[in-house]
């Protein structure tokens, strides 16, 4: 991916291709991929999984279209995994010119530039089985603002948190 960001954004300073990276190679970008390619129908689970909807959990999902990457490159070499990877992840690569910001950075720039404390994040709940967890997640910005958002691992309910303050500060 690192590869493909390169040749398409040669101009682009690497904070900015960076920022690129991390919003596309996230556990629910991969789950979307996965979702696309039809994976879900492919997943052999237990029983407690598939009642708990475990074909649906962006972590499953996301861990699976990795391993089908590894196991292309093992098949096909680097040259077969890189025309997985970009036919798999296709348009999403081109889409907006401008490289997306991350909402936790965006909130940590937002926060100093308005010349308020660093955002705090809290794990205010842990929910459901081993294989399907969900976390609730408190932001906070001293006294001043906080949100709370949940998602299927601490890193997605963090972002959702911060996406909901932005809307709440900005809005």
């Known amino acids: 991916m690192a590869e493909w960001l390169w040749e398409l954004f040669p101009d682009e300073p690497e904070g900015q291709l960076s920022k690129r ?52 490159y093992r098949e096909t070499g680097l040259d077969g995994a890189r025309q997985f990877v970009r036919t798999a992840w296709g348009a999403r690569v081109q889409s907006g010119h401008k490289p997306p910001q991350h909402p936790k950075s965006a ?40 949100a709370t958002a949940a998602g299927a691992n601490k890193q997605e309910a963090e972002t959702a948190a911060a996406k909901a303050l932005l809307a709440k500060l900005t809005g």
């Open 21 to 72: 990276l991390n919003a596309l190679v996230t556990g629910a970008v991969c789950a979307d991929v996965a979702r696309e390619l039809g994976v879900r129908a492919h997943l052999r689970l237990g029983k407690q999984a598939r009642d708990d909807g475990a074909h649906e959990s962006d972590n499953i999902l996301g861990d699976v279209m990795e391993a089908l990457i590894g196991a292309w």
């Open 107 to 146: 909130l940590q720039e937002w926060a100093a530039a308005a010349g308020r404390r660093t955002p705090e994040y809290v794990v205010i709940d842990r929910s459901g089985p081993h294989h399907a967890p969900r976390f609730t997640v408190q932001v906070r910005i001293g006294t001043y603002a906080d």
